[in-house]
């Protein structure tokens, strides 16, 4: 069972396009990270987000606590093909400590 | 230096061979991870280590043993494993304690059990 549900799967979309991936659970985490992650290659870590509400922006990236602090969002605006990739939130489970959890992930893929 | 280092980049091994992974990291990170990733899935973790300590084991079978020598250093010892096992292997570090670090990843060990 998956603690932490991501969503969409897959997602291909044309180029100047938005978008919006979800990233759901029943548990509270301690704070929830984005990575984004190439082929062949480790995760890079996008952003954390640490208070229920909190809301960060990295150039065209805008991540979304929720208030509970069980779920979180990553919208992109005018996706360019630049932004193709793997796209991983994971969660630091509550009381557990460095224990980092990942969602299924969402494949993005941008056509020009 | 913000980079976590892993060698080799590939690794083919038989069932009865013994290898090890190694991990590097000069970023002052005092908890250090080991994570495995098979193809088109997450990374699902696999140990901890805080403070050079192993803090936790996710049941992880222990025809992989991990080391930890010194704060800079992981290692991942392998032995008797199965072709099932193949999968990218990761290591990550972060600060120890708080809720905010973000994890940083090595580029992974490819390892491939035949």
């Known amino acids: 069972t998956q603690l932490l549900k991501q969503s969409p799967q897959f997602l291909s979309i044309q180029e100047g396009e938005n978008l919006t991936v979800y990233c759901n659970s029943s548990s509270v985490f301690s704070s929830l990270q984005w990575y984004r992650q190439e082929p062949g290659e480790g995760p890079v870590l996008l952003v954390t987000?640490?208070?229920?509400?909190e809301v960060k922006k990295l150039k065209r990236l805008t991540f979304q606590f929720g208030d509970a602090r069980k779920d979180s969002s990553l919208h992109i605006t005018a996706a360019q093909p630049g932004d193709t990739g793997l796209y991983l939130c994971?969660?630091?489970?509550?009381?557990?400590?460095?224990?980092?959890?990942f969602g299924a992930g969402t494949i993005l893929r941008v056509k020009s | 230096d913000t980079e976590v280092t892993q060698t080799p980049k590939h690794l083919v091994m038989g069932m009865t061979n013994k290898k090890s992974l190694k991990c590097e990291q000069h970023m002052g990170h005092r908890a250090m991870y080991w994570y495995k990733q098979k193809a088109k899935k997450p990374p699902e973790l696999m140990f901890v280590?805080?403070?050079?300590?192993?803090?936790i084991n996710e049941s992880v079978p222990s025809r992989f043993s991990p080391e930890c020598p010194n704060s800079s250093l992981l290692n991942l010892h392998l032995h008797a494993l199965q072709p099932e096992d193949s999968a990218l292997y990761l290591c990550?570090?972060?600060?120890?304690?708080?809720?905010?670090?973000?994890?940083?990843f090595g580029s992974g060990t490819r390892l491939t059990v035949v």
């Open positions: 990550a570090s972060s600060q120890e304690g708080g809720t905010g670090n973000g994890y940083t």
């Open positions: 994971a969660g630091l489970q509550f009381p557990y400590g460095n224990k980092l959890v």
């Open positions: 280590y805080s403070y050079e300590k192993l803090s």
């Open positions: 987000v640490v208070t229920g509400g």
